[in-house]
């Protein structure tokens, strides 16, 4: 079946320092692929998405391209800010009606 | 324009009582789901919806009702409350198709005693 792995957290970062989270996905046929981020004690929200091969998500500074021979879709930030914490999902999405299958998240600590 | 919106935001059960959660949306999204969150599983899929009077199982039904008689609505029901349905419950709604973004309520934190 479909599947996410990203890896796991926390990850913890001095504030300016380069991101990187890890999400590779196991699919069949094409699927479009997503970051949502989850602030403390919020719902999630869109990050970026990218809905096929070679395409680049980006937003806010966030930037992810989906890698179809590495089944692959990681996220990057060159500058992180402490506002960036919080916890981030790959998801992706196969499903004609919008059926979303989550990575299990990585929180993100950014510090001063 | 108020998106998803979830009640209560909180909710302390006993064991083998049964409650409600609610969800709305205003977007008019054909497509409805609800997930629980749980340390170190990211979200995972209990029911979901894609047109009033049409519902379908996910990932971890057992324990849950659900029924969506408007487009708007889309509570869940939980049968009989077990502690292991201690979680944070989300709502999320969308149009229809595999590239549109899902807009989540802000959450239900349930426990169960």
């Known amino acids: 079946g479909d599947s996410v792995t990203q890896m796991e957290g926390p990850v913890t970062l001095s504030e300016e320092a380069f991101l990187t989270i890890n999400c590779t996905y196991t699919?069949?046929?094409?699927?479009?692929l997503f970051w949502y981020v989850q602030y403390p004690g919020e719902g999630l929200q869109l990050l970026l998405k990218?809905?096929?091969?070679?395409d680049k998500g980006s937003n806010k500074g966030f930037e992810a391209t989906y890698r179809k021979e590495t089944t692959s879709f990681h996220l990057e930030k060159g500058s992180v800010q402490v506002s960036d914490s919080a916890v981030y999902f790959c998801?992706?999405?196969?499903?004609?009606?919008?059926?979303?299958?989550f990575g299990a998240g990585t929180q993100v600590v950014v510090t001063p | 324009n108020a998106g998803v919106t979830q009640t209560p935001k909180f909710q302390v059960l006993k064991t083998g009582q049964s409650m409600t959660l609610q969800c709305a949306q205003d977007?008019?999204?054909?497509?409805m789901s609800w997930y629980r969150q749980d340390p170190g599983m990211g979200l995972r899929l209990i029911h979901y919806s894609v047109g009033a009077g049409i519902t379908d199982q996910g990932e971890v039904p057992n324990g849950y009702n659900v029924s969506r008689s408007t487009t708007e609505d889309f509570p869940l029901r939980l049968l009989s409350a077990a502690p292991s349905q201690t979680s944070v419950y989300f709502c999320a709604s969308s149009l229809k198709g595999a590239y549109n973004e899902q807009f989540f309520g802000p959450g239900t934190r349930l426990t169960v005693l």
């Open positions: 699919a069949t046929g094409y699927p479009s």
């Open positions: 998801a992706l999405g196969t499903d004609s009606w919008g059926k979303l299958q």
């Open positions: 977007m008019n999204h054909e497509y």
């Open positions: 990218a809905t096929k091969a070679d």
